[in-house]
């Protein structure tokens, strides 16, 4: 069902004036909402402290915040892989910036630290978002990250590969399957994801585990077996390269680009590249289940939040920070040059109805599910077991069952 605005609507408006924002904040986004509601009005005055782990390419949309707040900016860009630890260092040395932006997967840990305050301090919440991005970002009933965009993953196709093996994008398994074996040919495989050991790899396997039922509270279960069972029977027909143990989800796109692929699952950020390439015809769709129902996908992005640095003036300030950031207009301009979803769900269904390319996309997240939504800040550790089940099988040292039981036994 369509869905569209009527000009006069702040919604409305927001989108219409994103396109001139657009021209004046030339980002790329190097990863994978709520209402904004706080106030901009500015007349702030003073420097936020803004920790990311983006590159300087961000920075342009923080100053268009400060510039909205009234204030000046002092941005960090740090790696992704150490940020967690230097935030909690940060947190028992009290020197946490104003504005920190997590993985949304790490919300949870940092605030069960005590290190975040609560958004609605600040006239903030997500009660329009898609549900699954809200429950990543709440702890203990409190709202303590803001999204702009959220992403996830869906099932890119070569349209022309298709056309020419006279086959159709698959929606079970068994569809996959038969659809990959076709599309496999030459030095071109039907089918490519990354299997890496890292959460990467969990993040690729987690809609064929969820979908059919696993649980990663105890993920030795007959339906995570069955979904692993698909991804080996995928590799040993010849479909899926043996050299996915070692793709990260960049190395995935590259092959999909270099024609090596023919189908893969990957995110709405690599829509830039492949837009790029020349010669590709592209689309994508939700990524096949079992039986062909609803697909549970992970919810990615990167959310903002408010550290607790015991200067409420300052802290006010950046709660108005990141309401800009999260506001509809910020989201329709992140949308634009990322390639993401805006994570507000009435921005989101106009975004899909603009944007045929990432339509499936939105579709994903509205079913999607938020990584901790089980395990809170402990999901890293059954992150940790399932991309090693996933080794563990496809490197030819256990089947899917036994990987699968070894793999739960893990002290992590």
Request: glycine letters at 10%; aromatic letters at 8%; one cysteine or more.
């Amino acid at each position: 069902m369509k869905h569209g605005f009527r000009s006069t609507s702040r919604r409305g408006r927001a989108l219409v004036g994103a396109a001139a924002i657009v021209a004046t904040v030339p980002l790329v986004l190097t990863g994978c909402s709520g209402s904004g509601n706080a106030s901009s009005s500015g007349g702030g005055g003073g420097t936020l402290t803004i920790e990311d782990y983006y590159d300087a390419n961000y920075d342009p949309v923080y100053q268009q915040c400060a510039k909205d707040v009234g204030v000046e900016v002092k941005i960090n860009h740090v790696a992704g892989a150490g940020l967690i630890s230097k935030v909690l260092q940060q947190a028992s040395s009290r020197t946490l910036p104003d504005v920190l932006m997590l993985d949304n997967p790490d919300v949870q840990q940092i605030a069960a630290s005590g290190a975040l305050s609560d958004l609605a301090d600040y006239g903030l919440d997500a009660d329009d978002d898609v549900p699954g991005v809200k429950g990543a970002n709440t702890y203990e009933g409190k709202l303590y990250g803001l999204q702009p965009n959220t992403n996830s993953i869906a099932l890119y196709y070569n349209e022309k590969l298709l056309d020419e093996a006279g086959v159709q994008p698959p929606k079970t398994w068994d569809e996959l399957k038969e659809t990959a074996k076709k599309l496999t040919k030459g030095s071109t495989y039907g089918f490519a994801m990354s299997n890496i050991n890292t959460y990467e790899g969990t993040w690729q396997f987690l809609p064929f585990f969820w979908s059919n039922g696993g649980d990663e509270r105890d993920i030795a279960t007959p339906e995570a077996a069955q979904a692993l069972q698909l991804v080996q029977d995928l590799q040993d027909d010849g479909s899926m390269s043996k050299s996915s143990i070692n793709w990260a989800q960049a190395d995935v796109n590259n092959q999909f680009i270099a024609g090596k692929a023919a189908m893969m699952i990957n995110g709405p950020w690599q829509l830039p590249a492949l837009k790029e390439a020349e010669d590709l015809e592209f689309a994508s769709v939700p990524i096949p289940t079992r039986t062909g129902s609803e697909t549970v996908a992970p919810l990615g992005g990167e959310a903002f939040t408010v550290p607790q640095t015991g200067d409420a003036d300052k802290m006010q300030l950046a709660g108005e920070f990141v309401g800009c950031l999260n506001s509809d207009k910020m989201q329709a301009v992140l949308a634009e040059v990322s390639g993401n979803v805006p994570t507000n769900l009435e921005v989101g269904k106009q975004w899909a109805e603009d944007h045929a390319d990432v339509a499936s996309f939105v579709t994903t997240v509205q079913t999607a599910r938020a990584r901790t939504g089980q395990l809170g800040e402990d999901w890293p550790k059954a992150a940790t077991k399932i991309y090693t089940a996933v080794q563990l099988t496809l490197t030819g040292k256990a089947d899917p069952e036994q990987a699968l039981q070894q793999a739960q036994s893990q002290n992590q």
